[in-house]
């Protein structure tokens, strides 16, 4: 089945305790992307990536890192996670065909921070 | 991206054809229109999309005015599975050295009443 996956799917920490919020896709699509959604904003970008070794900010990059060394993988990294980065974490990914571009994303982080 | 214009909030019978209008007057001859739905803090979903056509999947139809000043997406026969907050998306097609970033505006509450 075609899927995006994230992990873990909720997690609670602590300020400036470093973590990783994995995202991998099997349908072999060039571009992924990384949202965050918060009540009364919508979602919001945090960074995207056009390829393997490709990567850009979005439009909140603040505090966030990835990386996308495979295909299948781009995990985001929050080095030193504070209590602003409390919310619902949205990884996604997407190929062209046929001129439109049609995103597929993954059900979600729900990340805490203390 | 073309600004779109949705109703708030929508309510629809089960059973019956839940008819969902977006505005988007300001599109662009090449934009095509898009639209995904969000169930309670899931991932978003993708739904349809079209260019100029009316277009129909095993989920939905999409109906294309001819001036593209407007669509409406159409479920055929609603179940409160359906319940979602719908969004209507306007982009440019696809760019292979650009960010295929989606924005989402704040959509249509969508409720199905059983």
């Known amino acids: 089945e075609a899927q995006v996956t994230q992990n873990p799917r909720y997690l609670i920490t602590v300020t400036g305790k470093k973590l990783t919020v994995t995202c991998s896709q099997n349908m072999n699509h060039e571009y992924m992307s990384w949202y965050r959604q918060d009540p009364g904003l919508g979602l919001r970008q945090i960074y995207y990536s056009m390829n393997v070794e490709v990567t850009d900010k979005g439009d909140v990059p603040e505090g966030y890192k990835v990386s996308r060394k495979e295909k299948r993988n781009f995990p985001l990294i929050l080095e030193s996670p504070s209590p602003n980065q409390t919310s619902l974490y949205f990884c996604?990914?997407?190929?062209?065909?046929?001129?439109?571009?049609?995103?597929?994303f993954g059900p979600g982080t729900r990340l805490t921070v203390l | 991206d073309a600004k779109t214009t949705q109703p708030p909030s929508m309510d629809c019978a089960e059973g019956r054809a839940a008819n969902l209008p977006c505005n988007h007057s300001t599109i662009s001859g090449n934009e095509y229109v898009y639209w995904y739905r969000q169930i309670h803090s899931q991932g978003p979903q993708y739904i349809i999309h079209?260019?100029?056509n009316n277009e129909t999947n095993e989920m939905a139809s999409l109906i294309i005015t001819e001036d593209r000043k407007s669509s409406t997406l159409i479920l055929p026969h609603a179940t409160l599975r359906d319940t979602a907050v719908y969004y209507c998306?306007?982009?440019?097609?696809?760019?292979?050295?650009?960010?295929?970033?989606?924005?989402f505006g704040t959509g249509t509450r969508l409720t199905i009443i059983p």
């Open positions: 996604a990914s997407s190929s062209p065909s046929g001129g439109a571009n049609t995103q597929y």
């Open positions: 998306i306007v982009r440019p097609p696809i760019s292979n050295f650009g960010n295929e970033k989606l924005t």
């Open positions: 079209g260019l100029k």
